[in-house]
Every structure is written in C-alpha cells, then in structure tokens.
C-alpha cells in the first residue's frame, strides 16, 4: 500500500463529525418481476426488530466503505444471484419516525428482474416469495409506500422508454408484451393499436419462430433491437407506447 493510499484509508475511517447525531443509512429493494401475465414483487419476512415477522422488501445497511448504488446491487446478487440488472434509485425516505428501531433513512432502488433467470435455491434460503400486487400484503415499515412510488416511476418510464423489455424473456410474442403493459398500467389496452404503436417504432425483430402455447395457429416471436434503439435515442427519438 502507498503512503498516499494509507493517508487515505486512515482519513476514510476517522470521523471528522464524531460530535454529531449519528443516523443509519440503508437501501431497501424493489423487485419487479413479469410472470403469468402479472407484475410481481419479491419479498421477504423480517428477520429482525422491530417488525419481525412482518413481510417487507428486501434490503440492508449500507457499509462504510460501500456506494449506495453498490449496496442495492450486493444486495440483488445475494439474493438473487444475478449481478447485471436493471436498478435505478427510485426515492430516499427520511421521515424522522418512520424506523422504529433507530433514526434511519432509506434510499430505495427498484429492479427489473426476468422471473425465469434468477437462482431459486438463492431466494428460498432467504425466505423470499414472489407476490402479485394485488395480493400484496402490508409490509413492514413504510415499504408499502415505496412501492407505490416504485411502480409509478415504473409507469412513467415504461411509457416513454423500452423498460418492459428488461421483464420479458429474450424472445417474446407482441400478446405477450401487451399482457406486461396492461400489468404496469393495471387496465386493458386496444390490443389493434397497441400492436400498431408498437411496430412502428421499428425496433422488433421477427423470427421465424412461433409461440403456439396459446393456439394452433401460434404467434409469431420477436426480439427487442437493442442496437436499433440506441441509435434512435441518439438522434432524440421519443418511444411513446
């Protein structure tokens, strides 16, 4: 270790506020995952005070030596096994009272997460269940709350932005990707329109495949364009569904 490296370690962990109030910070998760034509959310029963027992989003204290940001991704890994998805922060939560155990505030992240691809015997170990949001129980704390500001985050941007795609599995029928938008929006779309909306930003990619699960005839499988897309965005081009 350099001199400068070791100067900078020790300034790291000496606490220049040490006369301060002290306060936690955590990261609480909110994962989406599509599945059977609903949006569910991955969650957990607490497994410490206060609160235990209760059913709650899945998160952690943030370390020391730790980015926020890289908190909520150990997090998902540990739970999930996966390293590469889909997270934005979403909103920090600071009510003075909303922890019981301790001042502490939260800074939420949502994930997008495709249900088939993440390790099983890593979330049963955890105790953690899929849930469909309209069965949701009450979550410990205020977590009820991120999710609700989680899911309309998730609907604006899904609105203006190619985000289902990150919830679908690589190849997809245009059925099945409006089933995901009316589990965003929680209401039925045109499915004529909606099909015509969707084709015109010129971004799927036709296969040759058929889905036949739903009927003989069978519906035709695409594939999301991610290059075509980016080159779109570039030029300020607006994905409108």
């Keep these: 270790m350099t001199l400068s490296s070791a100067k900078k370690m020790n300034l790291q962990h000496k606490d220049f506020y040490s006369k301060n109030d002290k306060i936690y910070v955590a990261t609480d998760c909110i994962i989406f995952g599509f599945d059977d034509g609903d949006l569910k959310l991955l969650i957990f029963k607490r497994k410490q005070e206060p609160d235990a027992g209760i059913w709650s989003l899945i998160g952690s204290f943030v370390k020391l030596d730790e980015d926020v940001n890289n908190a909520a991704r150990r997090v998902l890994e540990e739970i999930t096994g996966l390293s590469e998805l889909y997270l934005e922060q979403s909103k920090t939560y600071g009510n003075a009272d909303r922890d019981p155990g301790y001042r502490c505030l939260s800074v ?26 309209k069965d949701l129980p009450t979550l410990a704390l205020d977590h009820n709350k ?59 990619i036709k296969l040759e495949e058929k889905d036949k699960s739903g009927s003989k005839r069978g519906a035709f499988l695409y594939r999301f364009d991610s290059e075509k897309y980016e080159q779109l965005k570039e030029s300020g081009y607006n994905f409108e569904i």
């Design 146 to 204: 991120m999710v609700s500001d989680a899911l309309a985050i998730l609907r604006r941007k899904a609105r203006y932005e190619p985000i289902g795609f990150e919830l679908l599995p690589e190849k997809f029928t245009i059925p099945q990707m409006q089933k995901l938008y009316e589990a965003i929006y929680q209401r039925e779309l045109d499915p004529r329109n909606f099909r015509k909306k969707l084709l015109s930003h010129k971004v799927l």
């Design 108 to 133: 939420a992240h949502y994930a997008l997460i495709r249900i088939g691809d993440y390790d099983k015997k890593l979330v049963e170990e955890h105790g953690a269940y899929w849930y469909t949001l």
